[in-house]
């Protein structure tokens, strides 16, 4: 059996003792709760019916309010059927806004696109057509310059032949001229009667030709040596051609194939010349006069096949087309501007649809049903009867209330504990959107909103609460969709960016943000509503102005959103990552005094705020709050530090000149409400205030307490009330205050350690200490402290954890330096 040490032990023997819950300890924590200053809860069922009650307001204020369209619908609307006969009370002249808008539209929509040349593809066409004359240039070149000789020495069919033809066709033709040169050698004739050579000794016409012609040229010139040079000529023009054949084989196997055929090699110069110039002009022809996108291949093959006919040579014409189809491609392009500008006079020809009437002419008889015209007329004269569409309206509420409900779904899975002045705050914000749409305020204030809502609650809240009422208001009011679109992408963007701004410098940079996007987002919709033929007419100097508006409106919107900020943190008592910064300043008027006139509570403020936040941190919970809180938590002690030994210096102990438990437990009870009273008078948040009662709870001064014992022991007519000796609560509601007072309570303890020296003078070990946060936590949870805050037993051993590491931080090893000999 493996022998347990002395730490292993005792840790068994606590985790034991972790699940016992003292009798007398909730009795103690009871008669403490009883006294008077204690908050008192209200009861779930209370809370629960307000809560109910501020949901069905904020469903029926939101329903008013953006439900306008429904507010206001005309009981004699388009379609229905007139219950009278009505006629016209005076004689007018009626503008149908409608009609002349579809009427534009349809102008618009049948504009004829103004195309103009696209250079850039002609630069591509021409790039190609280099290219391909280039290959055959070069392949040309290859081959040798043709004819290679006059024609007066050899006709071109056989000069054509004889760099072409075979190898076995080629020596057939030698020997024919070595036996013909043999034959004149033993007549010694000058010349030699060719006729008589069989003609069965070919293959072919052509090579019976060449071999005349050669053969002549050779009698010709049987006294110098211009044959020997012609064969030799001949000899390296046929090696030049073999290879010419060979690369153009390799380029119609390459991909995409050649265009080239080997009767290009067997054209003359001029004739190539010829060709080369053609294609050229005729290029230049056809891109003249455009191609259009979605031309037919037969209706471009039959243009290319008219215009190469004047200007190629008949031979060539095939592959001078071929070659152009390949290269041309559509090179005609819409010019926007000036398409735009041609539509803008098409419209502005479409003259305004007028509606003209007589005093008493009828508008709608009795019976007929109310056309789009009737229905204009009626509504001009206020005859539409307009008034509440309670049917639509219900409608308009029940999504409303889906609405509603899938905020507080967001708001429950994100785990916000929403108050109820929380709520209202929400609430006004989303009503100011529909408040100022009534008043015709063209840029919505949705990025406001989301800034306000994002740096208060955070992103799942505000940007939750945005997308909502860019839901809601097209439904209900009539708003311009590019509006509706700018508005809000910049309460999205503004709601997702506050929640990671830590300065009123950091917000403002969201206007910018906010300004850029809207900007962006205005031009996003008018280029796309533009593509879609839905939009109105427009020049690029509008869309710019517009463009440049709604980013102004967006910079304006950010700006008025942190100017209210304060005033709107301040009187719902928010508490935001850049106040609780601002509050955490060591310049603020308290915290100075704090540092001045009680340092030594100051030194343990900052301890315990080091164990706090480390905690805060790895368990998740508001690390700002937790920070700011405790540096409050203690401000109470300025009434009377010297009461408090941490600032006595060593000095004098002023509670054993009083000598009295009862009123020295008074003086440390104090410190609670007197640091309550300085809160309240520097109008600190709640959240803030919460941490001053709630890190003693409502535990007992176990040093007086345990004095007052004692003197009643000695004394019998003394009795000992322990709720004299106890705070006033309340225990810690929240995870961050419960966090301050676990390490408030060990914070004494962790500095005592090192002079403790429970290992024989030895510096104490990390088991020691983490034991004895253990010991101290389990004291507070068995003392039922915990209870409320929301922290777990699984948490209690991450925190002791925690907060060991960061006393063996502070208290690292040094090295001992030898003393300096005299």
Not at 187 to 207: D, G, L, P, Y
Not at 489 to 510: F, Q
Not at 617 to 639: A, F, M, P, S
Not at 727 to 740: D, F, H, I, K, N
Request: aromatic share 8%; proline share 4%; charged share 20%.
């Amino acid at each position: 059996m493996k022998k347990r040490t002395l730490f292993e032990l005792l840790d068994l023997q606590l985790k034991k003792w972790w699940q016992l819950l003292p009798n007398q300890q909730q009795l103690t924590r009871k008669v403490c709760q009883a006294q008077p200053g204690v908050k008192a809860k209200k009861p779930p069922k209370v809370r629960r019916e307000r809560t109910s009650a501020l949901l069905i307001l904020a469903v029926v204020l939101l329903s008013i309010m953006l439900g306008h369209r429904f507010a206001n619908q005309p009981r004699l609307d388009e379609g229905t059927i007139a219950p009278e006969t009505i006629r016209a009370p005076r004689a007018a002249q009626i503008v149908d806004t409608k009609t002349t808008a579809q009427n534009r539209q349809i102008a618009w929509r049948k504009a004829e696109p103004i195309l103009v040349i696209d250079s850039t593809v002609n630069q591509k066409i021409w790039q190609k057509l280099q290219t391909n004359l280039t290959q055959g240039e070069r392949l040309r070149q290859l081959a040798g310059n043709f004819p290679f000789t006059t024609t007066t020495n050899l006709s071109t069919a056989a000069q054509i032949y004889l760099r072409s033809c075979p190898d076995s066709q080629w020596q057939k033709v030698l020997a024919f001229l070595r036996d013909a040169q043999s034959r004149e050698r033993q007549q010694n004739a000058a010349t030699t009667n060719f006729a008589s050579v069989k003609i069965e000794r070919f293959e072919n016409e052509a090579m019976a030709q060449a071999a005349r012609e050669l053969n002549a040229y050779r009698l010709k010139t049987a006294k110098s040596h211009q044959f020997s040079m012609l064969m030799a000529k001949l000899s390296q023009v046929r090696q030049q051609y073999a290879q010419a054949l060979s690369q153009l084989a390799q380029l119609q196997k390459a991909t995409p194939p050649t265009l080239y055929e080997s009767s290009w090699l067997d054209l003359s110069d001029p004739i190539w010349s010829k060709t080369v110039a053609g294609i050229r002009a005729t290029t230049q022809r056809i891109l003249a006069q455009g191609v259009y996108r979605g031309i037919s291949s037969d209706t471009l093959q039959t243009a290319v096949n008219l215009q190469v006919r004047s200007h190629v040579p008949p031979q060539m014409e095939p592959l001078a087309t071929q070659m152009l189809l390949t290269v041309l491609e559509p090179n005609l392009k819409e010019d926007e501007a000036q398409t735009k500008l041609a539509a803008a006079e098409a419209v502005a020809k479409i003259a305004p649809q007028m509606l003209n009437l007589e005093r008493g002419e009828v508008i709608v008889r009795k019976g007929e049903t109310i056309d789009h015209a009737a229905f204009i007329t009626l509504d001009y004269f206020g005859l539409s009867r307009r008034g509440i569409g309670w049917s639509g309206l219900s409608k308009f509420g029940g999504i409303v209330s889906v609405a509603v409900g899938i905020f507080v779904w967001i708001a429950w899975i994100e785990r916000q504990k929403l108050r109820q002045r929380d709520c209202v705050l929400i609430l006004l914000l989303a009503l100011s959107t529909p408040l100022l749409l009534r008043l015709n305020l063209r840029y919505i204030n949705l990025p406001a909103v989301g800034l306000l809502l994002g740096s208060f609650y955070g992103f799942p809240i505000g940007g939750t609460v945005v997308g909502l009422l860019g839901l809601l208001v097209p439904i209900g009011m009539d708003i311009s969709g590019k509006s509706l679109l700018t508005g809000l992408a910049g309460g999205m963007l503004a709601s997702w960016m506050a929640g990671w701004m830590r300065s009123r410098e950091e917000l403002a940079l969201i206007g910018v943000a906010v300004s850029v996007t809207q900007g962006l987002a205005y031009l996003l919709g008018k280029v796309v509503l533009s593509a879609i033929g839905t939009d109105s007419v427009w020049n690029w100097y509008d869309v710019a102005l517009q463009a440049g508006l709604f980013s102004l409106a967006g910079i304006v919107w950010s700006a008025i959103a942190i100017g209210i900020s304060p005033y709107l943190e301040h009187f719902f008592d928010l508490v935001t990552p850049i106040r609780l910064a601002e509050l955490a300043n060591p310049n603020r008027p308290l915290l100075k005094r704090l540092a001045t006139e009680a340092p030594g509570t100051f030194q343990h403020t900052l301890f315990v705020s080091t164990l706090a936040e480390a905690a805060a941190r790895v368990l998740g919970c508001n690390v700002e709050l937790v920070r700011t809180g405790t540096l409050y938590h203690d401000i109470g002690k300025l009434h009377d530090p010297l009461a408090f030994i941490e600032n006595q210096m060593g000095g004098v102990n002023k509670h054993d000149e009083i000598n009295d438990p009862w009123e020295s437990a008074a003086i440390i009870r104090k410190h609670v409400t007197e640091g309550l009273v300085m809160a309240r008078k520097c109008r600190l948040p709640m959240a803030i205030q919460a941490f001053i009662p709630e890190h003693q709870g409502t535990m007992a001064i176990a040093y007086f307490y345990h004095q007052a014992q004692q003197i009643a022991r000695q004394d019998h007519s003394i009795t000992v009330d322990e709720r004299d000796f106890c705070y006033a609560g309340p225990a810690p509601q929240s995870r961050e205050t419960a966090l301050v007072m676990l390490a408030d309570s060990c914070e004494a303890a962790l500095r005592t350690l090192p002079a403790a020296g429970k290992s024989g003078g030895k510096e104490p070990t990390r088991e020691e200490a983490l034991a004895m946060v253990q010991k101290i936590l389990r004291s507070r949870w068995q003392d039922n402290q915990l209870v409320d805050s929301g922290l777990t037993r699984a948490d209690m051993d991450t925190i002791a954890e925690t907060f060991v590491n960061i006393w063996q931080q502070f208290h690292h090893k040094r090295i001992a330096y030898p003393k300096r000999k005299e």
